[in-house]
Structure formats: C-alpha cells, structure tokens
C-alpha cells in the first residue's frame, strides 16, 4: 500500500496545503479519504480525474468533503464525457447536504456518485480491509483502519480524545492523527486533539509511527512536534503535502519519505 498526503491542513486550506485528502493505493486500486477543501486541485498531481476508484468520507465537514462536489462537476464534464459512478462512503445524508452548493438537487449528485452510507464495522474497499467507528466530535464522524497484505494505516478524522480511535489504530504501521490544538486549557473537549493528546494516542495505540496531521495555520508546527514528542516515543512527524508512506516489506523507521 502506498499512502500520499495531498492535503492536510485543518479546518480550512493554508498557503501551503489544502485541506484534508490521502490517497491510498494498492494493486492498482485508488481510494481517496477525504476530500476538504482545495484537495480536487492538489490530488491531480497523484492520480488523473478519472482515476479514482472509491472515496471515503469521514465527517460532512467541508473541510473534509465539499471538494466532493467540485469531483462530480469534473467527472460529469470532462473530455471523457460523463464518466460512471465510483462509490463513496460518506456518513448518511451527503448528497443532500453538498449538492446545493454546487446548484444540483441531491438525486443529481447521487446519481454521479454511487453513496453507500457508512456505518461502524469492516468492509472490502478494493483490495482493502476497512474498518471503521464513530470517534469523538461534534457531527458523525469516522475514524478509519485500513489494511492491506499485512501493512495497516490507521486515520484519527477529526476528533477530540476517543478510545474508539485507540482501538482503531492498535499496533497499526501508520497512525495519521489530527492535532488541530496546541496543549492549552482553555481548548474544548469533545472536538479536536492537541498533539500532546495525538501522542498519547499513538503510544496508547503502540503505533509504530505517528504523523500529526489536520495542521492548523495558526499553530506553530515545531511546537505541535515538541508536544507529541514529550510522549510518543515512536517515529514522528508532520504531515505535508506530497509525503509518501507505505510498504510493509520497508524496514520501521524507513517506511516515509519526503519528495522534493
Ligand atoms: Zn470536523
């Protein structure tokens, strides 16, 4: 399996990224998770418009999906003509809720993409092993594990702290886990982690390495890295776009590289 991070700034896109989007593949199979705002652009440097598989949908929290509807304006007028519906797993009512903002009705979109509600439980995507259960923020929102031919990457989605997200990433290769807070007392419970919260996590989880994504403009990152490492003692480090995990065969330790 390989993972690329196209996008992984929180919340909204930064100068640098667009918000939240992963491309997995394996055996020739692409599935995009998530896809915020600004990721349709960014992902057309990993895979063409109409090479997309499956998508899976965390939460319906635009920075986590309205770029879903910029991908069905494109596979609906490209050169290729109305290219057919790939599957998208998205939590219940997706269709009705992004549609409007691209001036469709929902039976338009869904007639675009074939939605397939998700639900807490494992199913095959492709060549994968998904699985997948509600974590800990303000709308229904799934947190991911995902494996294949025995490499396992594990996706926090948004949340704030969540023994579902531990169970979800134990002894997973990869854990991408957001860290929108930086360690404050005055940050809400029951929405996002801080790093120092994604670390424990990690260590909880026994991942083997930890990338802190879901990066918020205003932080310093350095900060968010110093926090996690004060209790994650595993690998560690920012997401950005165009990272490369993956491949089970790599040694620990030797399984990420930055392009470029
Ligand atoms: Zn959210």
């Not at 418009?49 to 598989?53: E, F, N, P, S």
């Given at each position: 399996m390989r993972v690329t991070v196209v996008g992984c700034a929180g919340s909204f896109p930064s100068a640098e990224s667009a918000a939240s989007c992963y491309l997995l593949e394996a055996e020739g199979f692409r599935l995009v998770v998530d896809l915020g705002n600004g990721a349709l652009g960014a992902l057309q440097r990993y895979a063409g418009?109409?090479?997309?598989?499956a998508v899976c949908v965390s939460h319906l929290h635009a920075d986590h999906c309205v770029d879903l509807g910029a991908y069905a304006v494109a596979r609906h007028y490209g050169p290729d003509g109305n290219l057919p519906p790939i599957p998208v797993y998205a939590p219940e009512g997706a269709a009705g809720r992004l549609a409007p903002v691209f001036g469709l009705v929902a039976e338009e979109l869904a007639g675009r993409f074939t939605f397939r509600p998700l639900a807490p439980g494992r199913r095959e995507i492709g060549p994968f092993a998904v699985t997948t259960a509600h974590v800990n923020h303000p709308v229904e929102t799934f947190g991911f594990r995902i494996e294949h031919d025995g490499w396992t990457v594990a996706y926090s989605a948004d949340t704030g702290e969540s023994g579902a997200l531990v169970t979800l990433a134990r002894d997973a290769d990869l854990l991408l886990c957001e860290a929108s807070f930086l360690d404050r007392p005055e940050n809400k419970p029951n929405v996002h982690l801080s790093a120092r919260q994604a670390g424990e996590h990690g260590a909880k989880a026994g991942v083997g390495e930890l990338v802190l994504t879901h990066l918020v403009a205003w932080n310093d990152p350095e900060q968010s890295l110093a926090e996690a490492a004060e209790v994650f003692g595993g690998a560690l480090s920012l997401a950005a776009p165009g990272r490369v995990f993956g491949s089970a065969s790599l040694p620990r330790g030797a399984t990420s590289r930055v392009p470029r």
């Open positions: 418009i109409g090479d997309v598989d």
